[in-house]
């Protein structure tokens, strides 16, 4: 594939011209193969010949995770099993997953996402790409890995897990990027710092390609300053596409969607409402060439808006915000929205702290219970009681400042809170449902 594509700099006009016609294509499509999407449009009376312009779209029914599962595995394939060539699961840990088969032309959509987005950030065929995704029914190593042969580099495909040998490998194998989660790369720099070994100094590394995760920007930072690397951001998720769905430029503070592939809405997650962009809600998406399991207005749950005014790259393809949280990750706590990407940007705030933290939450006959424990530096675990305190009052007031609440803080040892080699679990909710 080319380096740049072309398409990121489609004037918009002819970008909105070719996203309808997809649509137009799309809604039919839908509508005589899935069951389920057919029905409740007939519930809404909206029928495919009512979609005339882009803003028509508004009129059809979403689709939402739970759809997914209570329609599992087949119910919301449209295309013929003669026709699919891969299956992916969601990596959630309970109920029945959900099961996205794909054809090889969605196949080949998912890697082209990917590919831009590695173009889009610098890296070359000359480069030596470590995927430390997981594999398998996840969608984050194999689209990782796809994406990266298709640009023309060499892959090295660690898998996550095995710590200190993909360390060895990135040192011994001269690796530039490393594809993982943020959590993953923190904890491989805990490790190799373990092992004497700095990024900088030891190894190649120039691009961290990070996702499969909501990651704050004093997480970013906290990356880039401890091992030299440049930090991307590539969002994607299963029900839509993979990674690739969208990915930082070097110009702007948010994501370029690939709109040619992926049509982006922002609505109000309680009136459902389609807001202008600028406006922050929850991101739907309509897939517009996927044939195995299309979506249309699939409900992510993640919070963002949709930026104006063009960037200073020169592509037309929109920007998202990062996505900072999810709205069904919110934590009601003594009756305050909570968000745990929240408390990892206050703890950043506090250098005698690590990026390694847990919330835990009980309750008891009255009230809810909130504790956080965060790791202390090695150097402020050496501290008197006295500095530990200050710490912990710091971190306190850090919180609170941000949050409104008052929890438990409890500063542990570096080391003693469990890493995670795949997405990392922040909050123990042992609440009374």
Request: charged residues 25%; negative net charge; aromatic residues 6%.
């Amino acid at each position: 594939m080319n380096a740049i594509s072309e398409k990121d700099f489609m004037p918009v006009d002819q970008l909105r011209t070719m996203q309808l016609e997809k649509l137009q294509k799309l809604i039919p499509y839908e509508y005589e193969r899935v069951p389920l999407f057919r029905r409740r449009c007939d519930e809404k009376g909206v029928k495919p010949r009512d979609l005339v312009t882009l803003k028509d779209l508004a009129k059809f029914p979403f689709m939402k995770k739970t759809d997914l599962r209570d329609e599992y595995p087949l119910g919301l394939t449209a295309a013929p099993m003669s026709e699919i060539n891969r299956f992916h699961c969601s990596s959630g840990t309970t109920g029945k997953p959900i099961c996205i088969p794909q054809t090889a032309a969605d196949v080949a959509i998912w890697t082209d996402g990917v590919c831009r987005c590695m173009a889009m950030y610098g890296i070359t065929k000359d480069d030596v790409v470590q995927v430390s995704y997981g594999y398998g029914l996840f969608t984050g190593g194999l689209g990782a890995h796809y994406g990266a042969e298709a640009l023309g580099c060499a892959v090295l495909p660690t898998g996550a897990g095995n710590t200190e040998k993909q360390i060895m490998l990135m040192k011994d194998l001269g690796v530039t990027v490393i594809c993982c989660t943020p959590s993953y790369f923190l904890h491989l720099a805990t490790v190799a710092e373990k092992l004497g070994i700095d990024f900088r100094r030891d190894t190649k590394l120039r691009h961290g390609v990070f996702g499969a995760e909501p990651w704050t920007d004093e997480i970013r930072e906290k990356i880039e300053t401890m091992s030299g690397i440049t930090a991307h951001d590539i969002y994607g998720l299963t029900e839509i596409a993979g990674p690739g769905v969208a990915g930082n430029c070097p110009y702007c503070h948010g994501l370029h969607i690939w709109e040619d592939h992926f049509y982006p809405e922002i609505i109000d997650p309680d009136t459902l409402e389609v807001l202008p962009d600028g406006e922050e809600g929850e991101l739907v998406f309509t897939t517009l060439d996927r044939v195995g399991t299309p979506m249309v207005r699939y409900r992510t749950r993640d919070l963002s808006r949709l930026q104006t005014g063009q960037c200073q790259c020169g592509r037309t393809m929109r920007v998202m915000d990062r996505v900072h949280a999810r709205s069904d990750d919110m934590l009601i706590i003594h009756g305050v929205n909570v968000f745990p990407s929240q408390i990892e940007a206050c703890l950043m705030k506090v250098p005698e702290v690590a990026p390694h933290y847990m919330i835990e939450l009980s309750s008891t006959e009255t009230m809810d219970r909130f504790e956080i424990k965060v790791e202390v530096t090695a150097d402020t675990m050496s501290d008197s009681m006295s500095a530990m305190e200050a710490v912990r009052k710091r971190v306190a007031a850090s919180i609170k400042e941000i949050v409104g609440l008052s929890p438990k803080i409890s500063l542990v040892a570096p080391g003693s809170l469990p890493r995670s080699e795949g997405k990392i679990k922040r909050v123990i909710d042992n609440r009374r449902k």
